[in-house]
């Protein structure tokens, strides 16, 4: 079977402050009718995918956002092909709650609603809401056993679950989502970097998201999980990368930009943010939690985005994408400095340098196979 080209997505700004922690001019916008024009613009440079952000309290830059799961919807219904992967809390949400919602999304989508379950690093907004905080890899249970509930109640009548989270008794949900081939409910997605996160990926997940990681990075982690998987006997979830991409005419412009949102960073902000996130990580036993390693330029672009490299000309960034390709991703969730000029320019200038990258290696490869007689 040919290698599938990789698929893009993009982070949604639908929180206030972009999406680099930083007094560097940014001319996007987290209001719906920005959100709506880009949502159309990004469907037609390539983009496949849209991941919604999940932050409930204003803190650490980003004052103002919108609800995930609503402006998800929002935004299906505005678009006609994009796929709009809503960011939930386990905590915050019960899966039968979430379950009726993403139902009805994806009938009035034609079955474009994803979830993306994110286990939750901000302590604060769990306390300040009168939540039970639980420590990392407890979190990461309740993540895996709200997936299954998901999962359960998406494909199965009269479901049965006795979690030490959740629980269901002959729940039947009706309508079910849209069932179509390969696809038996919603795409469910998950981040994190940690050793828990890449066990649960393998059991439960449909696709992995990991922050921003050099060649090295993503190799492990890609190998973990498709470990997990294989332990517990099912397909390895594919594999998602966060990446901030700043593409310009020549390496010099865009090394200048890098340069010019670090040295202009809400130090403060960047600070406050480092400090919640590593507590959040901080009861890993192995250390290799998200943000455990990250420096303060790291930090200025919050999933570690500048790590992946996608930095430079249309032609060095088509490289890399395509390196890491070969490494085992299949998507790439980006980010953007000026989110409507920099995706038409993604979409007319590095996007098709990645396609014809794909098309020589799927060539080549076909060349490395012997006929046979």
Known sequence: MPAQPVKFAYWVPNVSGGLVTSTIEQRTDWGYDYNRELAVLAENNGFEYALTQVRYMASYG???????????LALLLATQRLKVIAAVHPG????????????????????????????????????????????????????????TALRRLWTEDHAELAGDFYRLRDFSLKPKPLRTTGRPHPEIFQGGNSTAARRMAGRV???????????????????????SAAEAGRPAPRFGLNGFLIARDTEHEARETLREIVARADTEAVEGFGTAVRQAGRSTADGKGMWQDSSFEDLVQYNDGFRTGLIGTPEQIAERIV????????????????????VEYFGTRVLPLVRELEARLSGAEDESVPAHA
């Open 62 to 72: 980003a004052e103002y956002q919108h609800e995930s799961t609503s402006f998800s």
């Open 92 to 147: 915050l949400w019960h899966p039968g709650v979430l379950a009726k919602l993403g139902a009805t999304a994806d009938h009035l989508s034609h079955g474009r609603f994803a979830v993306n379950v994110v286990s939750g690093w901000f302590k604060d907004e769990f306390t300040a809401l009168g939540e039970p905080w639980l420590e990392h890899d407890e979190r990461y249970r309740r993540a895996e056993e709200f997936i």
């Open 205 to 227: 997940s449909d696709w992995y998201f990991s922050n921003g990681k050099d060649f090295d990075g993503v190799a492990e982690q890609i190998h973990d999980i498709r470990t």
């Open 323 to 342: 390196a890491y390709k070969k490494l085992g991703v299949d998507l790439f969730l980006l980010g953007f400095l000026h989110y409507h000029e920099e």
